[in-house]
């Protein structure tokens, strides 16, 4: 089965702590996506990655940074967490573009709260 | 990518269809209409896709205009698992750009 986890269901940070979200695929796909989600906004993109070491802003990276030194693994990193971080952060991936339809798979989500 | 319209919210008598529109009267030749759906607590999971014909799985049927300008979602028995926020999305391949979706309540 298709499995895309995430390190942690619920973290409690302080403001100001650095925190690192992890993502780990075992479907060998080259795709990897990180989302936040709040009410009323829905999800929104972050961060992607189509390759090991590649990344590209998605719609609001201000504020985090990201790493895939590995194909299976993408992290999110929050240099110093604020409380407008507080929220859900869903991991996806997805197969290599170009290859017919790609369907994206969700990890469970983070719930980070920035006290 | 396209923007889409759907409903906020609508309700559904268990074990009855329900159809889930969906506008998008700015997609373009190369995009597909994908349908996903978020369960309570849970990331989105895939339902369905297509390009220009219907489609049909075993989650449900996607009906789309001749026009490509709207696409229905068809769940043909509503069951209480059924119960999610349905997000429709038009774009290539990836990444997905999602909106708020149709909030999908089904009543016993």
């Known amino acids: 089965d298709v499995k895309v986890t995430q390190s942690s269901r619920y973290l409690v940070k302080r403001t100001g702590e650095k925190v690192f979200l992890e993502c780990v695929q075992d479907m060998d796909h080259e795709n990897m996506f990180w989302y936040r989600q709040d009410p009323g906004l829905g999800l929104r993109l972050i961060y992607f990655s189509y390759d090991v070491k590649m990344k590209e802003k998605g719609d609001i990276p201000e504020g985090y940074s990201v790493s895939r030194e590995k194909k299976e693994r993408f992290s999110l990193i929050l240099e110093s967490a604020s409380t407008n971080q507080t929220s859900m952060y869903l991991c996806a991936s997805s197969l290599e573009a170009g290859v017919g339809y790609n369907e994206q798979f969700f990890g469970p989500g983070t719930r980070l709260t920035v006290l | 990518d396209a923007k889409t319209t759907q409903p906020n919210s609508m309700e559904s008598n268990e074990e009855e269809p329900v159809h889930l529109p969906c506008n998008h009267s700015t997609i373009s030749g190369t995009d ?55 997000y429709c999305i038009v774009s290539g391949n990836t990444p997905l750009v999602f909106g708020k979706g149709t909030r999908l309540s089904v009543i016993a």
Do not use: C, F
């Not at chain 2, 979602?73 to 509503?78: E, G, V």
């Open chain 2, 32 to 86: 597909y209409i994908h349908w996903y759906r978020q369960l309570p607590s849970q990331g989105p999971e895939y339902v369905i896709h297509g390009l220009t014909s219907n489609v049909n799985n075993r989650m449900a049927s996607l009906a789309i205009a001749e026009d490509r300008k709207s696409s229905t979602l068809i769940l043909h028995r509503a069951t209480l698992r059924d119960a999610a926020v349905y």
